[in-house]
């Protein structure tokens, strides 16, 4: 059975710095495409960041670009998610997603991912 497993969520100050993980198991995650996601209160899931299934393509939502960045360890079967400089408005709870199939380029649409963590929260409050 295929399963994500995030974590690293928490209460942060604005300016402040968080990384998420996410852990796989059940497939390779070199076989896989992957990306992070999140939804805030009222609002639809959206894309933040994602990389194709060889790492040689990623992705950025235009209101993270500059701040997070997305990496994998195929070894440790986890993705991270650094995020800097982080906002208010990146207040939201955080999912781990994958694709079990081969891209080419990295896809941020969350119909396109099949496999789903549970989600961490993240809240940026002073």
């Known amino acids: 059975q295929s399963q994500l497993v995030e974590s690293g969520g928490g209460l942060v100050q604005p300016g402040g710095s968080l990384r998420l993980s996410c852990v796989a198991s059940?497939?390779?995650?070199?076989?896989?495409?992957v990306g992070w996601f999140r939804q805030a209160p009222g609002k639809e899931r959206e894309g933040v960041s994602c990389?194709?299934?060889?790492?040689?393509?990623?992705n950025y939502a235009d209101s993270v670009k500059g701040r997070f960045t997305i990496s994998r360890d195929v070894a440790k079967r986890t993705v991270y998610l650094q995020m800097n400089s982080l906002k208010p408005e990146d207040t939201a709870v955080y999912y781990c997603?994958?694709?079990?199939?081969?891209?080419?380029?990295?896809?941020?649409?969350?119909?396109?991912?099949?496999?789903w963590g549970q989600g961490t929260q993240v809240t940026i409050s002073s």
């Open positions: 990389m194709s299934t060889r790492g040689s393509s990623t």
């Open positions: 059940g497939f390779r995650m070199d076989y896989a495409s």
């Open positions: 997603a994958a694709r079990l199939s081969f891209t080419l380029q990295a896809m941020c649409a969350p119909k396109d991912y099949n496999v």
